[in-house]
């Protein structure tokens, strides 16, 4: 391939990406608004004729700092350093909320549901509807298990 077919491809490629990646910022952005306003309102597992949510909150240890920096720090700073050691055990054990969520068993999702998200982004109804078959081809082609349980990380 010749240099001008190749810089025209990266020109297209960054002027594709751009509107694609603000779309992706904008859905990211709202996964975890929306899992914790939904976490808000679940007093129990939710059982729907369609979907399903739950919250589970589990203990983890979170690597915080270089071990490399904190051991030279110590060298230094001896008592200062078990200060320091001191704070990042406390820190180390965090809580970390999840709802996780799914599609039951023989129930599906309708193109309107896809469709109200992609309005939401700005699309016009028009530009959703062609648009739909393609995302979700590529969507059932990047997936591996189609029912799969997926989670948001809410606090």
């Known amino acids: 391939m010749n240099t001008e077919r190749k810089i025209i491809e990266l020109i297209a490629t960054d002027r594709i990406d751009i509107p694609i990646s603000s779309m992706s910022g904008k859905l990211k952005r709202a996964k975890p608004k929306m899992g914790q306003e939904i976490a808000s309102e679940l007093i129990s ?65 309708t193109a309107d549901d896809y469709m109200n998200v992609m309005s939401s982004l700005g699309l016009s109804e028009k530009v959703s509807s062609d648009l739909y078959p393609e995302l979700m081809q590529v969507s059932r082609n990047l997936s591996k298990k189609r029912e799969e349980e997926r989670s948001v990380l809410i606090g």
């Not at 110590?74 to 055990?89: F, H, K, T, V």
């Open 45 to 109: 597992p939710y059982a729907g004729e369609r979907v399903y949510a739950r919250i589970e909150t589990e203990d983890e240890l979170k690597a915080r700092g270089t071990k490399d920096g904190i051991d030279l720090f110590c060298q230094n700073y001896p008592r200062q350093g078990a200060i320091l050691r001191g704070y990042i055990e406390e820190q180390r054990a965090l809580r970390e909320s999840h709802l996780y969520f799914g599609v039951n068993e023989g129930c599906r999702l």
